[in-house]
Every structure is written in structure tokens, then in C-alpha cells.
């Protein structure tokens, strides 16, 4: 059975760091683009980084752009979100997904074809 399955989410101060952790079974990630999203209460889900299958090139929103940083360990086949300087407006639940794609780039896009069931972030003093 494929399953994509988050973890490390919870409540963190503003200026805090959480680190998502994305877990798949039931597929190896070798040949696969994942992509981290969220959405917030009452907005659209938004695309927040991609990293492509092939030499683990990272694409970033421009919203996370410098506080963000994800990384995948295909032994492990893991994927993580590493957040930093955490803002109120971060608050979301966050996705990780999988689309079968090889190469050097990734979509931010709903072009996915696995979804995780997401983990909640809130960042609140």
C-alpha cells in the first residue's frame, strides 16, 4: 500500500524551527519528485518547495525563500522540511507529496500523484 506519512509538526514560537519529517512506504522514492505544501484556514493550498528525483536540485517559494530547506535521504526514504524563523503566517498544515518524475526539476503544482495526510504547524507566542 503507498503512503506518504508526516511528522514533526506542533506549536513553536515565532523565530522557532520545526523539522518536518515525510515518510513513504509501499514505493522507493528513487525515481520520484516530492513536493511539501500547506494550507492555511479559509486560503488555497500553496506549493512551498519541491525537490527533484535525480541530483536533489530544491525549488522554494518565495514566501520560505532563505528559511527553508529540504533535503531527502533516499536510504532512508525520507524526505524533510527543515523551517526556520518561523512567522505567525506559517501556520498551516503541511502536505508532503510524490509524482513519479526523474530528473533534474519538480513541480509546485498539483501535479502529485500520493498525498500524505499532513500535520499541523502553528507558529503563535
Known amino acids: 500500500q503507498v503512503q506518504l506519512v508526516e511528522s514533526g509538526g506542533g506549536l513553536v514560537q515565532p523565530g522557532g524551527s520545526l523539522r518536518l519529517s515525510c515518510a513513504a512506504s509501499?514505493?522507493?522514492?528513487?525515481?520520484?519528485?516530492i513536493g511539501w505544501f500547506r494550507q492555511a484556514p479559509g486560503k488555497e493550498r500553496e506549493g512551498v518547495s519541491c525537490?527533484?528525483?535525480?541530483?536533489?536540485?530544491?525549488y522554494y517559494a518565495d514566501s520560505v525563500k532563505g528559511r527553508f530547506t529540504m533535503s531527502r535521504d533516499n536510504a532512508k526514504n525520507t524526505v524533510y522540511l527543515q523551517m526556520s524563523s518561523l512567522k505567525p503566517e506559517d501556520t498551516a498544515v503541511y502536505y508532503c507529496?510524490?509524482?513519479?518524475?526523474?530528473?533534474?526539476?519538480?513541480?509546485?503544482?498539483?501535479?502529485?500523484?500520493?498525498w500524505g495526510q499532513g500535520t499541523q504547524v502553528t507558529v503563535s507566542s
Open positions: 525537490i527533484s528525483s535525480d541530483d536533489g536540485r530544491t
Open positions: 507529496a510524490a509524482v513519479h518524475l526523474y530528473g533534474s526539476s519538480c513541480p509546485l503544482g498539483p501535479a502529485y500523484d500520493y
Open positions: 509501499g514505493f522507493t522514492l528513487d525515481y520520484y519528485a
